[in-house]
């Protein structure tokens, strides 16, 4: 079998998009070629910057690779296109064929197997997209982790990768989901409104030498529940901010 070469520069490079699908109204996954006999140099969580032109100035975003780490020959990125985002609305724009300059991976608030037996993810609409990589790896290697997402957003229609967490649910008993909607259909039994300290009481895993909590989403929404989760107990170093 051919060596694979693990692929990370400092200079940014150019990947061809392969294939386009849509995940949400606003969010799609875009997957770039990668040569036959590499993959990205990165472990689940970690990100690559996404570089372009834009009205004539240079501006670049991270991007946290959705696909598995070690996936040879292509990776793929989920993105939620903002109205107002000059960088996300430019990369939805796209078109197959296109390429899009990057650079990376880049070292971001990672998993490392082994270092934890529960773990907890805090997510906010798109502070999904570091998550998607780590909990699709503990459960592909069925590692023995026990895993809770307590993902908020505004309606079931923002839900990224709903059907995967719901089949996630039914396949792995170590993995649990709680949704959290601002905007609730009638027959909702989960979460309403914003992620509270009783929902992260109630549906984390408490806090001991073996558990640690990842939380990414809107800024506002990260800097309260730092607080938070510094109130439940959860010690500085176990809360991991990708
Ligand atoms: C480590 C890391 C990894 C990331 N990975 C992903 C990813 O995989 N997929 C993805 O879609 N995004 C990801 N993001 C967010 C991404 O980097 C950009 O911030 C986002 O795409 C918006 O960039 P923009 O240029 O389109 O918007 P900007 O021009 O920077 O912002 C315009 C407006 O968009 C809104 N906005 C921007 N970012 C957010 C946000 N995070 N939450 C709520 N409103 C926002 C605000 O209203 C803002 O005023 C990641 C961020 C970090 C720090």
């Not at 910057?49 to 990776?75: D, E």
């Not at 990376?104 to 773990?119: E, F, L, S, Y």
């Amino acid at each position: 079998m051919a060596e694979i070469t693990r692929i990370k520069t400092r200079t940014p490079a150019p990947y061809p998009i392969t294939a386009i699908s849509v995940e949400t109204h606003d969010t799609k996954t875009f997957r770039f070629a990668l040569p036959e006999n590499a993959t990205l140099d990165m472990l689940p969580g970690d990100h690559l910057y996404v570089h372009a032109t834009i009205n004539g100035k240079a501006v670049k975003r991270p991007y946290t690779p959705s696909s598995l780490p070690g996936t040879v020959g292509y990776f793929d990125l989920t993105i939620k296109r903002y109205e107002t985002g000059v960088v996300s609305k430019y990369v939805h724009e796209r078109k197959v064929g296109d390429t899009l300059l990057m650079s990376g991976p880049n070292t971001g608030g990672h998993w490392v197997d082994g270092m934890a037996k529960k773990v907890g993810f805090v997510a906010g609409g798109t502070g999904i997209t570091p998550m998607i990589p780590i909990i699709r790896w503990i459960l592909i290697k069925r590692l023995d982790v026990e895993l809770f997402l307590i993902f908020g957003n505004k309606t079931e229609a923002d839900i990224i990768f709903r059907e995967e967490w719901e089949r996630a649910v039914r396949e792995h008993p170590n993995f649990h989901c709680y949704h959290v909607l601002e905007q609730p259909p009638a027959d909702w039994t989960m979460g309403l409104g914003r992620v509270t300290a009783a929902m992260l009481r109630a549906r984390l895993p408490a806090p001991g030498p073996d558990t640690i909590i990842f939380l990414c989403g809107p800024p506002p929404m990260v800097e309260a529940l730092e607080g938070t989760l510094k109130d439940l107990g959860y010690p500085e170093e176990a809360v991991i901010l990708p």
